[in-house]
């Protein structure tokens, strides 16, 4: 029996079915060059002087929407927050302690600078890079006090870095969507 090719409309459809599947791919592919992200280059606690010190450091990348948002005079908020917890196998785990910072930085549009501030200390800068230097690093962030972590059990640090958008404005807070998404979080074990 000789082999018959297949019909014309069977081939439409298996096109059309691979467009289809290669176009949900293609919407489903991480956003490229241009997307936000936090990337951490480094985490760790430290003893130092009788308590527990943090180490942070990260590369942020805002996207479009975000930079557009500064340039245009909208503040943004950063969250840094970390927490430590004495670890229990019967009940959830005991907080002993939290620690959070927030930073302010916006766009001066009269002097074209850049202003960074963390609770009442305030520093301008000239570009938006120089201004986020300080904030995406913390060096010897006090924790908490050693002798309040309990000897012979084990404890744990959960950390937060992330775009605060519960203080953008009102207007600007309905449907952000995936463009204003900006956080990290990450758990360390105390040694």
């Known amino acids: 029996m000789p082999h018959r090719p297949a019909p014309p409309a069977r ?4 096109r059309w079915w691979l467009a289809l599947c290669l176009g949900l791919l293609l919407l489903l592919q991480p956003l490229g060059v241009g997307a936000q992200a936090v990337e951490l280059k480094q985490l760790q606690l430290q003893r130092r002087d009788g308590d527990l ?6 590369r942020l990348t805002l ?5 557009d948002a500064l340039h ?4 943004l ?8 917890y004495r670890d229990r196998w019967y009940w959830r785990d005991e907080r002993i302690a939290r620690v959070s910072r927030t930073w302010r930085l916006a766009y001066q549009p009269l ?12 520093q301008g800068y000239a570009t938006l890079s120089e201004a986020m230097a300080p904030l995406s690093q913390i060096s010897g962030w006090r924790v908490v006090e050693l002798d309040k972590l309990e000897h012979g059990s084990r404890h744990h640090v959960e950390f937060s870095f992330s775009l605060d958008n519960s203080q953008l404005p009102q207007p600007m807070q309905i449907d952000l969507g995936g463009d204003w998404k900006l956080g990290i979080e990450r758990s360390l074990r105390v040694e």
Do not use: K, Q
């Open 11 to 14: 081939i439409a459809l298996v």
């Open 53 to 58: 010190t943090l180490e942070f450091s990260a």
């Open 63 to 67: 996207g479009p929407a975000i930079e």
């Open 72 to 75: 245009r005079g909208v503040p």
């Open 77 to 84: 908020y950063f969250n840094a927050r970390a927490t430590v």
């Open 111 to 122: 002097t074209a600078s850049w202003r960074l501030s963390l609770g009442n200390l305030s």
